[in-house]
């Protein structure tokens, strides 16, 4: 699929993403997510962050200086700090970044392999990868069960549990620090329940609509780098706000073994 394509898709379902987000339902989901990231990233200090979603920022509250948004198109940036371009193509430096946030974009991403690639890539040695997936086994999972929702966001897409992604961080040199659900409620019923939300979280049930997983590097792969940032390019020149990506931009991460014997 070319680079244009995957951005006019991504544009249609990033419309389309942001009517449900501004729904009732939506925003108690958002509030019960916003609720529950926080608590992850209080501590979490840096210069940048970046969030890949289509639901408006969610990580506005953390201790990071500097936090960029991400769009496909520029017609969809929110502002001047609005990386653009297609997330399996991230115009940025490894390790830059302090705190990814990839916010139920793998669902519906062209190419969800290449994303999460992308992601870690992005991901200093020191940083936090957090992962917002749509739980499978869930009031909002038999919700899917209708054909014509299935259709529609936020049921459209592929559904992961936590025990799959595992295995996608493990192949990204990644590893699950926490799980957390959260977004819980009555099937038939709207998201919102104060009570059910409180117990949910307390106890940290599995039967939440969304989940947030929390990765960071795997420790004996991990590489030290200084206490500051460097970047090929100076962050809010040509990569913000109008960036249009050729293809083969993306850069791959190589397997283990690759690496081994690229070494020998």
Known sequence: MSTETSAQRL????REGRRFWSTPEGQALRHAERACLGPACERLFGAHSLELGYAGLLEDMCPVRHHLAWAPTRELATGPSTLVCVPEALPLPDGCLSLVVVHHLLEVAPDPHHLLQEAARVTADTGK??????MPFSAGGLARLSPARRRRLPWAGQWRSPRRLRDWLAFVDFEIERVDYCGFHLPGRPPGNALLETLGRRHNLALGDSYMIQACRRPQLAQRQGSRLRFAAPLGGPSL????????????RESPSAEKEARG
Request: proline share 5%; glycine share 14%.
């Open 11 to 14: 544009a249609a379902l990033v």
């Open 129 to 134: 990868l957090i992962l917002f997936g749509w």
């Open 241 to 252: 706000g109008a960036t249009r990506l050729e293809p083969g931009r993306a850069v791959r």
